[in-house]
């Protein structure tokens, strides 16, 4: 039996912890932080949340600049655009495979999760509602059983969480507006639409997060 090191328990916490700060938006694109900031926050030394800190910068979220500290990487300008895009053409082309059986188990699946988002916006819960929104998504794109498409959009849904998070937080989409645009979504998926889908994911997705879709 493999036994897993204290250090590396630690420092997979580390990871876990930071990274799950930097999809919320509680370190912000642009924060300069430091390994004893880190470190002092979540009760563990240095060295756990030096190799967090390594990994976050081989994904791509931090950038580490010795003895200043870390960088929490902005948001790239072209960034939404191009996840926008990748999602519209996964998300369409999953729809467009959907079976009429496929249709009638997912349907119930999406009626709940306009529910639980009407509960978490009555709340106040942005951070959850992130969540619930990107599975809203992903629901339909698993129901059209591809490991190939639903592996591609996994690999999208961090950066689709922390753009959703943040644009929330900053008041620039409301919460009423995308539960109404996901009833609308969820509506047309019933109904067996997939070029009246793929009209309404496109208007989603642009308003969403403020890009034009190229092409459309």
Same mark, same amino acid.
Do not use: C
């Given at each position: 039996?493999?036994v897993v090191?204290?250090t590396?328990?630690a420092a997979?916490r +580390?990871?876990?912890?930071?990274?799950?700060?930097?999809?919320?938006g509680?370190?912000?694109?642009g924060?300069?932080?430091?390994e004893?900031?880190i470190a002092a926050e979540?009760?563990?030394?240095?060295?756990p #949340?030096?190799? +967090?800190?390594?990994?976050?910068? &081989?994904e791509?979220?931090?950038?580490?600049?010795?003895?200043?500290g870390?960088?929490?990487?902005p #948001?790239?300008?072209?960034?939404?655009?191009?996840v926008t895009?990748a999602?519209?053409v996964?998300? &369409?082309g +999953?729809?467009r495979?959907?079976?009429e059986? !496929?249709?009638?188990?997912l349907?119930?699946?999406l009626r709940e999760?306009i !529910?639980r988002?009407?509960?978490?916006?009555a709340?106040g819960?942005l951070?959850?509602?992130a969540v619930?929104?990107a599975d809203?998504?992903?629901?339909? #794109?698993?129901?059209a059983?591809?490991?190939?498409?639903?592996?591609?959009? !996994?690999?999208?849904?961090?950066?689709?969480?922390?753009m959703?998070?943040v644009?929330l937080?900053?008041?620039e989409?409301h919460?009423?507006?995308?539960?109404?645009?996901h009833?609308?979504i969820?509506?047309l998926?019933?109904?067996?639409d997939?070029e009246?889908?793929a009209?309404?994911?496109?208007?989603?997705?642009? &308003?969403?997060?403020? #890009?034009?879709?190229?092409?459309?």
């Amino acid at each position: 039996m493999q036994v897993v090191s204290k250090t590396y328990s630690a420092a997979e916490r +580390a990871y876990r912890e930071v990274k799950e700060r930097i999809l919320t938006g509680a370190l912000p694109g642009g924060e300069l932080i430091s390994e004893n900031e880190i470190a002092a926050e979540i009760g563990t030394s240095r060295t756990p #949340v030096r190799e +967090a800190f390594l990994r976050l910068e &081989t994904e791509g979220w931090m950038r580490l600049y010795p003895k200043r500290g870390a960088l929490v990487v902005p #948001v790239p300008s072209h960034e939404a655009e191009h996840v926008t895009h990748a999602r519209y053409v996964v998300e &369409t082309g +999953a729809v467009r495979a959907l079976t009429e059986s !496929d249709r009638i188990a997912l349907v119930p699946r999406l009626r709940e999760s306009i !529910d639980r988002q009407r509960a978490l916006a009555a709340a106040g819960d942005l951070d959850e509602f992130a969540v619930v929104d990107a599975d809203f998504h992903r629901e339909y #794109v698993v129901a059209a059983d591809n490991p190939l498409l639903t592996g591609f959009y !996994d690999s999208l849904r961090e950066r689709q969480r922390r753009m959703n998070t943040v644009a929330l937080h900053r008041g620039e989409i409301h919460t009423d507006r995308i539960i109404e645009q996901h009833t609308g979504i969820a509506d047309l998926i019933e109904a067996g639409d997939t070029e009246g889908f793929a009209t309404a994911l496109a208007r989603h997705l642009m &308003t969403v997060h403020g #890009v034009r879709l190229r092409g459309l």
